[in-house]
């Protein structure tokens, strides 16, 4: 046979008191989540610092400062940001997308470094016959603008987060190489 122990007296009396201490810790637990939730949500969509050029879901718009050819087709481009305390703000592993006024992009892995340049940014840009936005590139000239958007991130690296890192790169995939 069953046997119900009730503490505090009959088993009504119990019920009541039950239900009187739960409401308060249902509202405490409901308090907790949305304060959990709210933190996380804070923390993913976290924004860059300050500092940062790049804002998400923002248009960056900047100057070219200067122009380098490298080779018969190849030429780096040295874009001003908004002020000379400013980094690009893109993570290892990152790229911009570059715009045109015809809204065409493409994902470019600049070749400065966060850490040590600051108020600009240097694309390696290689003409391909053909090719709207490389060609659109080498159009440009000092003085010019050319739109750009990001932090685009597909991979996330962590510096010195392991012992040994292997990486093949060729081509055009060896610019995010140097960012590592």
Do not use: W
Not at 19 to 34: I, K, M, S, V
Not at 57 to 68: K, Q
Not at 94 to 123: K, Q
């Amino acid at each position: 046979a069953a046997r119900q122990i009730c503490y505090g007296g009959d088993s009504d009396q119990s019920q009541m008191l039950s239900a009187r201490f739960q409401r308060p810790f249902t509202a405490a637990a409901l308090a907790g989540t949305a304060i959990g939730g709210a933190y996380f949500i804070s923390q993913r969509k976290r924004l860059p610092p300050i500092e940062s050029a790049l804002q998400p879901d923002t248009t960056l718009t900047c100057p070219l400062l200067e122009i380098e050819k490298k080779t018969a087709d190849t030429s780096r481009f040295r874009f001003a940001l908004p002020t000379a305390g400013h980094a690009l703000g893109l993570p290892v592993a990152g790229h911009v997308l570059a715009l045109d006024e015809g809204n065409v992009y493409r994902e470019y892995t600049p070749i400065t470094s966060d850490a040590s340049d600051r108020g600009y940014f240097d694309l390696l840009v290689k003409k391909y016959p053909g090719g709207e936005l490389s060609s659109a590139f080498h159009r440009l000239r000092v003085g010019d603008t050319m739109d750009f958007r990001g932090p685009v991130t597909n991979m996330f690296y962590e510096a010195n987060s392991v012992g040994c890192l292997g990486m093949v790169a060729g081509g055009t995939g060896i610019t995010p190489m140097y960012q590592i």
